[in-house]
Nanobody
Framework: QVQLVESGGGLVRPGGSLRLTCKAS????????IGWYRQAPGKQRELVAS???????YYPNAMKGRFTIARDNSENSVYLQMSRLRPEDTAVYYC?????????????WGQGTQVTVSS
């Protein structure tokens, strides 16, 4: 079972950028989609972006414009480039995987990586 580990979070000023990395413990070629989610304090977890095989991104309408997801199967990694960050982007960011089209996302979540946007 491939495990995913998030990294790259930190403290950034409003308007700044960060790149998050979701590193898999094994080959991701056969994984249908990998997605980035986030959860802010007191709020539900929400999808930020996902990328399906071979490299087809999807962004919910609320996330379009400032986030870019990219999949690198050679590195077994998925990246989330975030720009023009706002305080409301502060959250723990998680990645998850969907093994089959229209299949479920994994029930278990990793520890995530904290992103804090503050001056």
């Amino acid at each position: 079972q491939v495990q995913l580990v998030e990294s790259g979070g930190g403290l950034v000023r409003p308007g700044g950028s960060l790149r998050l990395t979701c590193k898999a413990s094994g080959n991701i070629d056969s994984i249908w989609a990998i997605g980035w989610y986030r959860q802010a304090p007191g709020k539900q977890r929400e999808l930020v972006a996902s990328v399906a095989r071979p490299n087809n991104p999807y962004y919910p309408n609320a996330m379009k414009g400032r986030f870019t997801i990219a999949r690198d199967n050679s590195e077994n990694s998925v990246y989330l480039q975030m720009s023009r960050l706002r305080p409301e982007d502060t959250a723990v960011y998680y990645c998850n995987k969907q093994n089959q089209p229209r299949g479920p996302w994994d029930a278990e979540w990793g520890q995530g990586t904290q992103v804090t946007v503050s001056s």
